[in-house]
């Protein structure tokens, strides 16, 4: 990537935006195919007055297929990270990536400072993926909560 590229942030919201988009589409789309896989469990199952196994699973498996569809989204991020030159290895840019997408940050890992406002950017892709997921976990719980 020539420097004059990377050394303005018009390069990192070209980057920035497209993956922003992707990021959505694709987190909205595993959310449907979990949502599909939910609503054919049996309502029977979830919709009694006390906790069931079926509910509690429902739950856990929503969790943990986001967890995955998070980390699989943090993985597109890091691509484009080494990708750009942005980050020197896979592990790094692995763990750059998901420390910007929880905005969690780390302080001994930094982007090259041409690339710098692209980890602004998956920071505000991770808020936007997380408003979804608490929206959907939300909901879930709603179904799989038993009725008093």
Not at 60 to 85: D, M
Not at 99 to 121: R, S, V
């Amino acid at each position: 990537m020539p420097a004059e590229l990377a050394n303005n942030w018009a390069s990192d919201w070209v980057w920035g935006l497209p993956l922003i988009v992707l990021n959505v589409i694709i987190h909205v789309y595993g959310l449907g195919l979990i949502n599909k896989k939910i609503i054919s469990t049996p309502r029977s199952s979830l919709q009694s007055s006390e906790l069931s196994s079926a509910s509690i699973f429902v739950v856990g498996g929503t969790v943990l297929f986001v967890i995955i569809l998070h980390a699989f989204e943090g993985g597109i991020w890091a691509a484009a990270f080494r990708l750009l030159g942005a980050l020197p290895d896979n592990k790094s840019a692995m763990l750059y990536s998901l420390n910007a997408i929880t905005t969690y940050g780390h302080e001994n890992l930094h982007l090259e400072p041409g690339w710098q406002m692209m980890g602004a950017l998956e920071a505000l892709n991770g808020c936007i993926m997380f408003g979804l997921t608490t929206a959907f976990l939300f909901t879930v719980m709603r179904k799989a909560w038993p009725r008093v």
